[in-house]
């Protein structure tokens, strides 16, 4: 990737479409401190912020949904508790590294309870729940801190109908509570649905921005093809 500029305002979903290839899971990767980065700077409320390794994003607010949920977003063996708990320790554990087992209770019925969880227990394995709840496990956790920038990227696929309908409810939950939202999806009727301004991405770049109201498929797929001349 290259040339990678993009404002995100509070309260806002931008959402990111292209190609597959087109470089938005790296982007989104390389944001967060998955990845290393060369270059480039990040800025959260007007402050620069060090982003080298996702503890650093998460500390400073930002948080990544992952496109692979079952191998990068939850401890699948681990029960929904433990997930929710696992990246909260700084908040539920004492400076010795003991767990406050009131304070970790509260947090993770809170999230049950705000995400509407379907499972057995909070001591169900995160592999027992259906995508969809899975999904909510992973953006539960990440709210349970008060986290100013959510990006999910391809937090749809491979869930049902009921479920999708719940995952645009949140975004639509986070834009609401003033978070920032970034958005990555293949499906070109979603990015349209539910985006208040797109990017299009291709071939490792930002190729186009467009508000909502002047985007169609069309048009996107068009600047998604957008590829630069290769000379050999």
Not at 75 to 100: F, K, Y
Not at 127 to 146: E, F, M, P, T, Y
């Amino acid at each position: 990737m290259r040339d990678i500029n993009l404002s995100l305002y509070e309260g806002e979903i931008l959402g990111i479409a292209g190609l597959m290839g087109a470089g938005r899971t790296e982007t989104t990767r390389a944001i967060f401190g998955a990845d290393p980065k060369e270059s480039g700077q990040i800025f959260i409320e007007g402050e620069e912020v060090k982003i080298q390794r996702p503890l650093d994003a998460i500390k400073a607010g930002l948080v990544l949904v992952p496109e692979d949920r079952a191998k990068n977003g939850l401890c699948t063996a681990l029960s929904v508790r433990e997930n929710i708990a696992l990246p909260n320790l700084d908040i539920i554990a004492s400076q010795w590294g003991v767990v406050n087992p009131k304070k970790e209770k509260e947090i993770v019925e809170e999230s049950v309870q705000n995400f509407d969880i379907k499972m057995a227990g909070v001591e169900a394995r995160a592999d027992s729940l259906s995508g969809g709840n899975q999904q909510k496990v992973i953006v539960s956790k990440w709210l349970a801190r008060n986290s100013k920038v959510v990006m999910f990227d391809e937090p749809t696929r491979g869930i049902d109908v009921a479920s999708k309908v719940e995952i645009y409810e949140i975004m639509n939950d986070l834009k609401r509570q003033g978070i920032g939202v970034l958005f990555v999806s293949s499906e070109l009727p979603e990015i349209l649905g539910i985006s208040d301004r797109i990017l299009v991405m291709a071939d490792g770049k930002i190729t186009k921005e467009l508000d909502v109201k002047d985007a169609t498929q069309d048009v996107i797929l068009t600047y998604a093809t957008k590829f630069e001349r290769k000379i050999n």
